[in-house]
T-cell receptor, first 112, second 112 residues
Framework: DTAVSQTPKYLVTQMGNDKSIKCEQN?????MYWYKQDSKKFLKIMFS???????INETVPNRFSPKSPDKAHLNLHINSLELGDSAVYFC???????????FGNGTRLTVT | GDSVTQMEGPVTLSEEAFLTINCTYT??????LFWYVQYPGEGLQLLLK?????DKGSNKGFEATYRKETTSFHLEKGSVQVSDSAVYFC???????????FGKGTLLTVNP
């Protein structure tokens, strides 16, 4: 069973469109994250939720909106996509206050 | 704020060579330290961790020792294999939200 699964794996879309990425974890973790990885492999945290409550919100454009319907799911909606949004987006989960994160396999977003 | 600095890559080695990837940290207090590995096309996986000074984390033949006096957590392996080719990230948690901050990653390529 996949521990952290995110869909879709690839997403190709045009500038200005709105898209969503979904993430689910079956590890029973309370904390979930979204990270963005750029073309140089640099990883930057975007958001973190603990038990459906937003606890980390880095400097991310308002076009990015996370939503956690329950503690096993954390989705990411992106409005008005821009070329600079092209990256790999990783969902992850962990127990509370643990640095042992479990990552999904990523969603490669390409904006044309 | 808390941060890690790891050596720039890429690192290219022949099979059975000795590997060192340097990581130094800046932190208030003594946080746990982590190494993650990202194989091509996959998400990050926790490789090893150390929770206090002089602790040695180890896994899959890799080791790293938490050195308080040099604020370092260098990753080592005595004999690398082609299958070790991946990007390696040093990381530490910080802040009240236990946010995990990653280094810039070091690409390792092992040739047969």
């Amino acid at each position: 069973d996949t521990a952290v699964s995110q869909t879709p794996k690839y997403l190709v879309t045009q500038m200005g469109n709105d898209k969503s990425i979904k993430c689910e974890q079956n590890l029973g973790h309370d904390t979930m994250y979204w990270y963005k990885q750029d073309s140089k492999k640099f990883l930057k945290i975007m958001f973190s939720y603990n038990n459906k409550e937003l606890i980390i919100n880095e400097t991310v454009p308002n076009r990015f909106s996370p939503k956690s319907p329950d503690k096993a799911h954390l989705n990411l909606h992106i409005n008005s996509l821009e070329l600079g949004d092209s990256a790999v987006y990783f969902c992850a989960s962990s127990a509370v206050r643990s640095g042992a994160l479990h990552f999904g396999n990523g969603t490669r977003l390409t904006v044309t | 704020g808390d941060s890690v600095t790891q050596m720039e890559g890429p690192v290219t080695l022949s099979e059975e060579a000795f590997l060192t990837i340097n990581c130094t940290y800046t932190a208030t207090g003594y946080p746990s330290l982590f190494w993650y590995v990202q194989y091509p096309g996959e998400g990050l996986q926790l490789l090893l961790k150390a929770t206090k000074a002089d602790d040695k984390g180890s896994n899959k033949g890799f080791e790293a020792t938490y050195r308080k006096e040099t604020t370092s957590f260098h990753l080592e392996k005595g004999s690398v294999q082609v299958s070790d080719s991946a990007v390696y990230f040093c990381a530490l948690p910080g802040g009240s939200n236990y946010k995990l901050t990653f280094g810039k990653g070091t690409l390792l390529t092992v040739n047969p």
